[in-house]
């Protein structure tokens, strides 16, 4: 063990092996492992082992493909044995609802080029595993790479790889202290003092104290997790093949082949949380007592589906502990605060998803950026508030008893909520708000009368025409919308302006206006769809995704420059939006000093409504005339009051962000996580059209070579869809004729001009006005056309007005 290595990466698990693995391949050789015990002696050494291509995020599906596609290099560099057994896998759909969704997954996988999947009978699906009862299924989906491997082999494949690269593992060394040294840490351990620029915390079970030895509060916990290996199945020792990985979704198990007997995994409806605070440290290869009374519901339903198992013993039960982060999803990059720590924590599924992690997070420390779009993972997707040990129990046993349940994407679920409520929050509630969640914060989705309940839905919703109408009242009215869910950032100081124009790609707006404002990555690629205010003082104002907070504000502190302050607004400054051609009316009633015709369009001032100072500006994300106004938090009380009460003169309706999404889509607006993400360039999304090209700013060597190559692969188009009953939502794919072009990116139904609309990426040959493709909507094909941008108000009249 030497006294420094560029990088100390703590935990001798999957995902600690694959890091190391990861960092030697791209060239960074000084780097060691350090394990307490011997490799694999947490999670990895009980794990199922079983690898399989879904994942509801399709880019987390997307490296686990990369995962799958690495096991067998890694077998043949390292030269171990890693037991992989790629057998296929099956998912079984028993209602059919769920049966709708896998048809729907599998043309989400064909969007993101897993091809290797296809639906089947359930007596296709009984051929390919004959063990099995199709009595209650529907359908399924095969997947021709799925199988399992041998978790110990496969850890030590990533072990011995990156010694033979240069890398050190070091073994029964435990870490004792984290110290942070001007040069990056001091890692105490039981052995002596490393010190190196970087650290990486892979503890699994022991992330929580790893995390603490920093200062930092990880949101992971640990859950008991049953699976159990049978004595041999007769019917399994008389077949000539291997059944495959197979899924019961609405029976709660996994199976997979285990010799002649079977393997059955379940997510227990019943948790059962662990060491909460991290596990002991002399804890490593130990087991938990079955829990029988916990699991009886599941275990009866996997009886019935695997009717050979009441004829056979169990040789094996494993009731072991992993660890899960609120949304199950890795807790992956780098650390706020703490340069140069950085997470590889909560992977759940690390043998599916190690691989991908490793990728990312070394991609992530040499380059600057991991080349994958991982905000799904990124720890950035979590602040502060997640650290309260009762949301992280909430949510991760939410995660976990929900790990096949099916999930509507209208359906809000209740762990950890409500958090943040500003302060209209319970009179918007009394108003009929139906509220969502962004971030930490509490979202009005739609105003519904009293004792409405949506049901959750693929399809359109029972809420469909209550947010219809609130869309129809804006386009006609005036609406107000709560617009709390906005990210705000002061940026002041000498040196401001010049950070900010380097940091932006746009110009900056003069004093008392405002500009959009695309924001790149050193590889070009989109790193922010923002809006900058000038408000002629020394002061800009960033406004953007209240949920990408943490992810901008660590980005603005990986760039600060002297003479520079950040300020995140978030927690003192909220606002409201009026929208609507009566919107000017209801803001000159309101006004008590200011002038709202003065007030050009992209312009900004401070104005007074009624008693409150406010922060006026004139834009809309609706595409009407309208007006945000941003308030003190504990003013917006009073700022509501104002406007309902001269906007009742008015027919003024208070409207949620469902209406909102709807209304931008009429307008061909894109959005961030849909048609604005990381993995996306400005020339794909037609951000361009904001960049000044005459100045510098950060990506804009990559940004011109793009430019300068001409036309993208994929370029941005609206469409309109033949649908009935149900709209596209993201990733389906595009096709022309038998050819896959592109994918939607955001859909939805405009309201106020009676159509199915989306927004897609797809190849610039077929992105002519009036091309007739089609697009799967809830897996079934429908006819779409490439239409005009924008097709209410296509010149953008009512906004300037």
């Not at 002596?192 to 620029?197: A, F, K, Q, R, V």
């Not at 105003?447 to 359109?460: H, I, K």
């Not at 308030?631 to 009460?645: E, M, N, P, Q, W």
Request: aromatic share 10%; proline share 4%; glycine share 12%.
């Amino acid at each position: 063990m030497k006294s420094h290595y560029r990088v100390v990466v703590i935990g001798g698990g999957v995902v600690g092996a694959s890091v190391l693995y990861h960092l030697a391949k791209l060239g960074w050789t000084d780097v060691a492992l350090v394990e307490r015990s011997v490799l694999t002696a947490g999670s990895s050494w009980h794990a199922a082992g079983g690898i399989h291509a879904l994942n509801a995020d399709p880019n987390i599906a997307a490296l686990q493909a990369y995962t799958i596609d690495l096991l067998s290099e890694i077998e043949a560099e390292s030269g171990q044995n890693i037991g992989l057994h790629m057998t296929g896998g099956l998912t079984m759909a028993g209602t059919p609802d769920r049966w709708e969704w896998l048809q729907s997954a599998y043309r989400t996988f064909q969007s993101i080029g897993i091809e290797d999947c296809r639906l089947v009978t359930v007596e296709e699906a009984v051929d390919l595993n004959p063990i099995m009862s199709g009595d209650g299924l529907l359908g399924g989906m095969w997947a021709d790479r799925e199988g399992y491997i041998d978790t110990t082999g496969t850890v030590h494949a990533y072990a011995t790889a990156a010694k033979k690269r240069g890398a050190t593992v070091i073994e029964h060394n435990r870490v004792l202290e984290l110290n942070q040294t001007l040069q990056g840490w001091d890692v105490v351990t039981e052995k002596g003092t490393i010190s190196c620029e970087h650290v990486v915390n892979a503890g699994g079970l022991w992330a929580k104290q790893i995390g603490r030895m920093a200062g930092i509060e990880l949101p992971v916990s640990p859950l008991k997790h049953h699976y159990f290996i049978t004595d041999t199945v007769p019917e399994l020792a008389e077949l000539d093949f291997e059944v495959p990985m197979t899924v019961d979704l609405e029976g709660f198990t996994y199976t997979r082949q285990d010799q002649k007997g079977l393997l059955v995994g379940i997510y227990e409806q019943n948790t059962e949380h662990w060491a909460m605070d991290g596990a002991p440290w002399d804890y490593g290869m130990e087991l938990f007592q079955e829990q029988l009374d916990r699991i009886e519901h599941e275990l009866m339903m996997g009886y019935s589906r695997y009717p050979a198992l009441e004829n056979v013993g169990i040789k094996t039960w494993v009731n072991g502990a992993f660890t899960f982060s609120p949304d199950g999803n890795p807790l992956v990059g780098p650390v706020p605060g703490k340069r140069g720590y950085w997470s590889a924590c909560a992977v759940m599924a690390g043998f599916l998803q190690g691989g991908g992690v490793g990728k990312s997070l070394a991609e992530w420390m040499i380059h600057g950026e991991p080349e994958a779009d991982v905000y799904g993972m990124d720890i950035a997707r979590y602040g502060i508030w997640a650290e309260n040990k009762q949301y992280i129990k909430e949510t991760t046993g939410q995660f976990y008893s929900r790990r096949f349940v099916m999930t509507y994407p209208n359906e809000q679920l209740p762990a950890g909520r409500p958090l943040k409520m500003n302060g209209i929050y319970s009179d918007l509630s009394a108003a009929g708000a139906v509220w969502g969640q962004s971030w930490d914060l509490e979202v009005p989705l739609y105003f519904a009368p009293q004792g409405f309940t949506e049901t959750p839905s693929l399809r359109r919703s029972n809420a469909h025409d209550i947010v219809g109408t609130e869309c129809r009242a804006v386009r006609a009215g005036v609406g107000l919308l709560d617009i709390s869910a906005f990210s705000r950032f002061e940026v002041s100081g000498p040196n401001a302006a010049p950070w900010l124009d380097r940091l932006m790609a746009s110009k900056l707006p003069a004093p008392g206006r405002i500009k959009l404002a695309p924001m790149l990555g050193h590889d070009g690629r989109l790193k922010g769809d923002l809006t900058v205010f000038n408000w002629g003082d020394g002061r800009y104002w960033i406004t953007g995704s209240y949920y990408l907070r943490a992810l901008h504000m660590r980005w603005f502190n990986d760039h600060m420059e002297d003479g520079v302050t950040v300020r995140d607004l978030g927690e003192d400054m909220v606002g409201l939006s009026l929208a609507g051609p009566k919107s000017r009316a209801v803001l000159d009633a309101a006004l008590t000093d200011g002038d709202a015709g003065a007030l050009k369009f992209m312009g900004c001032a401070q104005m007074d409504v009624g008693l409150v100072r406010c922060a006026v500006g004139r834009l809309s994300v609706a595409g009407e005339l309208g007006y945000e106004m941003h308030c003190r938090a504990g003013d917006i009380k009073a700022l509501r009051d104002t406007l309902l009460a001269v906007g009742a003169d008015h027919g003024m309706i208070e409207y949620g962000f469902n209406a909102l999404l709807s209304l931008r889509l009429e307008k061909s607006f894109g959005i961030w996580s849909a048609e604005f993400t990381q993995g996306y360039t400005p020339g794909q999304t037609g951000m361009d059209r904001w960049i000044d090209w005459s100045k510098d700013f950060i990506g804009k060597d990559a940004a011109l070579k793009e430019r300068d190559a001409g036309t993208p692969d994929k370029v941005l188009v609206t469409l309109r869809i033949d649908a009935s009953d149900a709209d596209a939502s993201g990733y389906e794919p595009v096709w022309a004729g038998e050819d896959k072009i592109g994918f939607i990116t955001s859909g939805g139904y405009g309201h106020c001009v009676d159509a199915s609309l989306a927004m897609a990426l797809i190849d610039m040959g077929h992105a002519s006005e009036g091309s007739d493709l089609t697009v799967h909507v809830v897996g079934v094909a429908r006819k779409a056309t490439v239409i005009a941008p924008s097709p209410y108000d296509p010149e953008g009249k009512v906004m300037r007005g």
